[in-house]
């Protein structure tokens, strides 16, 4: 087991930190004992970090932001609290697209109901690997942002893996094809998960410059000051 002390970028506290796992191979492992927002995990505290290097705590309180599939914890709940023109979306085919289900707003990130030029920052964790088309989605993500706006994301890159490749495919009547046997991850939106749709390799960043028009930025952390550590906490920078 590991124990540390280490200051959040999320609640910006010293806080005590624990990992069962010496190795850090769990991203949900490192988690700290006490923390205010529900226990953020590696890239919560990977992606806050970043943020905070382009953005003053004045200029969050005034940003327009775009936040897709949050988790109720964290990093979701810190901007929840703190920033007024925070918006969270989620996707629930069965509801009209812009409707809202409780407090999220319903969207289809490869299909967005918002207006062109809205938000100022765009943020996801960990969504990118669920889309069937995630290209498209970071388009449109690009077209409701303003000139200058960011789109800040973590997504699962695998080290030893240069090509991405797509496990799953929709057809032209909705029906679903898969290579493999189908991988799902947790949803805080649907207790079914989401299938994996996509799995990354070092060649993302170059994908994403020649599909979308946005210059790329990836930052990997590592780092005990702030209890960023282990594998794939690689964060994507995307700027128009």
């Not at 806080?15 to 988690?31: E, K, N």
């Amino acid at each position: 087991m590991i124990e540390y002390a280490a200051n959040c970028p999320i609640c910006l506290k010293t806080q005590q930190f624990q990992c069962t796992d010496d190795y850090f191979s769990s991203r949900d492992g490192l988690v700290a004992q006490n923390c205010p927002y529900g226990n953020c995990v590696t890239r919560e505290r990977a992606l806050a970090y970043t943020v905070r290097n382009f953005y003053s705590e004045r200029d969050l309180l005034r940003l327009k932001i775009h936040e897709s599939s949050p988790a109720n914890r964290g990093l979701a709940m810190w901007f929840a609290n703190s920033c007024p023109r925070y918006i969270q979306t989620g996707f629930f085919p069965e509801h009209p697209l812009g409707s809202m289900i409780g407090k999220l707003r319903n969207e289809n990130l490869e299909c967005q109901t918002f207006a062109d030029e809205l938000f100022d920052l765009v943020i996801h964790l960990d969504v990118l690997e669920h889309l069937f088309e995630p290209f498209q989605a970071l388009r449109e993500i690009r077209r409701t942002l303003v000139m200058g706006g960011k789109c800040i994301f973590s997504v699962p890159t695998e080290c030893d893996r240069f090509d991405s490749v797509r496990l799953a495919s929709k057809d032209c009547d909705g029906n679903i094809k898969t290579i493999g046997i189908p991988e799902y991850h947790a949803n805080p939106q649907d207790s079914q998960g989401s299938l994996v749709t996509w799995r990354y390799g070092y060649n993302l960043p170059l994908l994403i410059a020649r599909e979308t028009g946005f210059d790329v930025e990836v930052r990997r952390i590592q780092s005990n000051r702030i209890a960023v550590n282990g594998q794939m906490t690689e964060i994507y920078i995307l700027s128009k």
